[in-house]
T-cell receptor, first 112, second 115 residues
Framework: AQSVTQPDIHITVSEGASLELRCNYS??????LFWYVQSPGQGLQLLLK??????LVQGIKGFEAEFKRSQSSFNLRKPSVHWSDAAEYFC??????????FGTGTRLQVTL | EPEVTQTPSHQVTQMGQEVILRCVPI?????FYWYRQILGQKVEFLVS????????KSEIFDDQFSVERPDGSNFTLKIRSTKLEDSAMYFC?????????????FGEGSRLTVL
């Protein structure tokens, strides 16, 4: 069965600082990996996805993530965080069946 | 930009009542999904729907739940007799071609409160 672990429940960073959100997955084959963002009261917005090919993927809003098969990880990064990035971030994994399995999420707080 | 729309945004109901949550997926999409998020917990898959039938469902999706695409545009989730533990945010999602794009487009959710 596929699963996702996001070890950090809550992270606080200063505006302008760099960010890395951790994600580890469990899946038998090559997974499809995703990062979604959820602002308060909003739905889920796709930041980026990895299906195959280049292991460093670029997404919207200046985010990127790197797929590391050896570590079963897909960490999300941003070089300089903006106050508007404060939200909940979910990592997800899927197989070919298109059913997403989400992690428990990491709440990002940005201090000015 | 096309989007998935959900109604109602918030519904309060009494335990044991039937609830229907409605979704209008993106018009040319073929795959439809319901997910739910209990407050403070992770988003969980409920069901996927393709070609007018359920393609996959989770353990959560028991006989109390049903989905339907009654016309060419709507996709509904019915909970027959609500329980307190059904209180959650329910997200509808749709996808064009999973293999090609791998993207689910989510609606903003319908918050269900069961009293």
């Amino acid at each position: 069965a596929q699963s996702v672990t996001q070890p950090d429940i809550h992270i606080t960073v200063s505006e302008g600082a760099s960010l890395e959100l951790r994600c580890n997955y469990s899946y038998g084959a090559t997974p499809y990996l995703f990062w979604y963002v959820q602002s308060p009261g909003q739905g889920l917005q796709l930041l980026l996805k990895y299906f195959s090919g280049d292991t460093l993927v670029q997404g919207i809003k200046g985010f990127e993530a790197e797929f590391k098969r050896s570590q079963s990880s897909f960490n999300l990064r941003k070089p300089s965080v903006h106050w508007s990035d404060a939200a909940e971030y979910f990592c997800a994994v899927a197989g070919t069946a298109s059913k997403l399995t989400f992690g428990t999420g990491t709440r990002l707080q940005v201090t000015l | 930009e096309p989007e998935v729309t959900q109604t109602p945004s918030h519904q309060v109901t009494q335990m044991g009542q039937e609830v229907i949550l409605r979704c209008v997926p993106i018009s040319n999409h073929l795959y439809f999904y319901w997910y739910r998020q209990i407050l403070g917990q992770k988003v969980e898959f409920l069901v996927s729907f393709y070609n007018n039938e359920i393609s996959e469902k989770s353990e959560i999706f028991d006989d109390q739940f049903s989905v339907e695409r009654p016309d060419g545009s709507n996709f509904t989730l019915k909970i027959r007799s609500t329980k307190l533990e059904d209180s959650a945010m329910y997200f509808c999602a749709s996808s064009g071609s999973w293999v090609k794009t791998g993207e689910l487009f989510f609606g903003e959710g319908s918050r269900l409160t069961v009293l």
